[in-house]
């Protein structure tokens, strides 16, 4: 049996080749949309992909399954687990097998067996993998998708926060509850091999470790420490992450069927002559690094640095308008292949770099302080502080008379924000702030950065305070 890890960092997504080198058959679990490294590493093995199994109909990113089917002719496995509402509407296209609880199905001689776990979802499956090519009669190790990370466990309550289905969150604390003592049956050997890793949204507390055992995950997960229901449903529906806006796009998209990449118009270039008329419409996003915008920028265009687009591009976006990038031609792939993997195929095209340098159009930058430059103003009420953070962060402690103001959210809630004084943007360690000082500059706030953020000012030995509620 052959077995590969891919993960993708941007995304904290974990994906893995199965394969049969008997046979030189292999399966997907959990692609994302960019398929290349699948069909890169299964050549290199000898293998052909002939299948794409998922766990369960994924809210963060933009399944590569359909894609497989498409390009390379893979037969999908897909759960036809939970309601009506969340059936995959794309499965009649293509050469698929509906998996209920203990169907089986093989790859050459690799068996996996579906596993209901619902509670992330109400159609979440794991999978158990035999060996039986090796010898091996019981299973080795289960994908458990979004259910059992490494140090946590999914959670239950994005239906309802993204997908809007009042009253799901409870409905699936229970159920993961259920599917959690389930897991504690199973034997303590196995390997356990999730489809995320630290930084994910889809869970609270995940470890960096790729993967585990159920024997480790029994003894130190914390997560799977409860035997009451209800202290469990109270646990795990308490200080979960920000749930991304475009996690409701995500679970439309793979439930529907993911364009094809083939089918996705070209991004072309756009005269630089354009460009000021095109950000007064639309999100013109700038990924150069934060210092480099700040130095100058065009106006109303807005910062995201290229290694934050996955995670910040999904709250921010319009995916009903055209975005546009301002890059390079050689740099423009990369910045695609990002946004299309949380589905932002609406690029209306970019403005060459080099092209809008030449014709002068940077002629807008803002300025960084040190907290210890802002503390006065702070302290005296010249200016509003707004702390971009998670809700978390500023509950853990914030600067005194901060206003609690989530990155994530910022764009929807900017005409709520005072404009009588000037503004501070600041964040933990200012890569978040800088971001948020390019979207109030671009809305016509009088803004300044605070540099090195919450890290700088506790480092001036500076004071903060702490709230344990939600502020308003």
Request: charged share 20%; net charge negative; proline share 6%.
């Amino acid at each position: 049996m052959f077995l590969k890890y891919f993960y993708d960092p941007a995304l904290a997504h974990a994906s893995y080749l199965v394969g049969c080198q008997k046979t030189g058959e292999a399966v997907v679990i959990d692609p994302g949309r960019n398929v290349d490294p699948y069909l890169e590493a299964a050549q290199r093995e000898g293998l052909r992909i002939v299948g794409s199994a998922e766990t369960h109909i994924h809210a963060d990113f933009v399944s590569g399954s359909r894609e497989l089917a498409d390009r390379d002719g893979a037969k999908l496995y897909l759960s036809d687990e939970g309601p009506a509402d969340w059936k995959y509407l794309y499965a009649d296209q293509y050469d698929a097998q509906l998996l209920k609880h203990g169907d089986v199905f093989r790859i050459g001689n690799v068996k996996l067996e579906a596993v209901h776990t619902p509670g992330h979802t109400p159609e979440h499956l794991s999978f158990l993998l035999t060996d039986e090519g090796g010898g091996a009669t019981e299973p080795m190790g289960i994908f458990t998708g979004d259910f059992v990370f490494v140090g946590s466990i999914g959670r239950p309550d994005l239906l309802e926060t993204a997908a809007g289905v009042v009253g799901s969150a409870e409905v699936g604390a229970r159920q993961l509850y259920h599917s959690m003592r389930r897991f504690h049956e199973l034997p303590d050997h196995l390997q356990v091999w999730p489809a995320h890793g630290a930084g994910s949204a889809c869970g609270k507390g995940l470890g960096a470790v790729p993967s585990s055992t159920v024997g480790y995950e029994k003894r130190f997960n914390p997560a799977l420490q409860f035997h009451d229901e209800q202290q469990f449903v109270d646990y795990i529906l308490s200080e979960q992450p920000e749930t991304p806006y475009y996690f409701a796009v995500m679970k439309r998209v793979n439930k529907v069927g993911p364009e094809l990449i083939r089918n996705l118009a070209p991004v072309a270039a756009v005269p630089p002559t354009e460009l000021e008329q095109t950000a007064e419409r639309y999100l013109v996003i700038d990924p150069s690094p934060a210092a480099d915008f700040m130095e100058a920028h065009v106006p109303g265009t807005i910062n995201i640095p290229s290694g934050s687009l996955v995670q910040w591009a999904g709250f921010l976006v319009d995916y009903a308008q055209p975005i546009y990038l301002l890059t390079d031609e050689a740099a423009l792939p990369e910045h695609l292949r990002r946004l299309r993997s949380i589905g932002i195929d609406n690029v209306g095209g970019y403005f060459d770099v080099q092209k809008v340098q030449q014709a002068g159009l940077r002629t807008q930058s803002y300025s960084s302080r040190a907290p210890q430059e802002l503390q006065p103003r702070i302290e005296r009420g010249e200016v509003t502080l707004l702390d971009v953070r998670a809700l978390t962060e500023f509950q853990a402690g914030h600067i005194p008379g901060a206003e609690y103001r989530f990155l994530g959210k910022l764009l929807r809630e900017i005409g709520n924000i005072d404009r009588s004084k000037p503004v501070v943007a600041q964040c933990q360690g200012g890569g978040r702030s800088a971001i948020a000082t390019s979207l109030l500059q671009r809305a016509g706030f009088d803004v300044t950065n605070m540099a090195g953020g919450l890290n700088a000012w506790l480092a001036a030995g500076l004071p903060l305070t702490s709230s344990h509620s939600s502020p308003a």
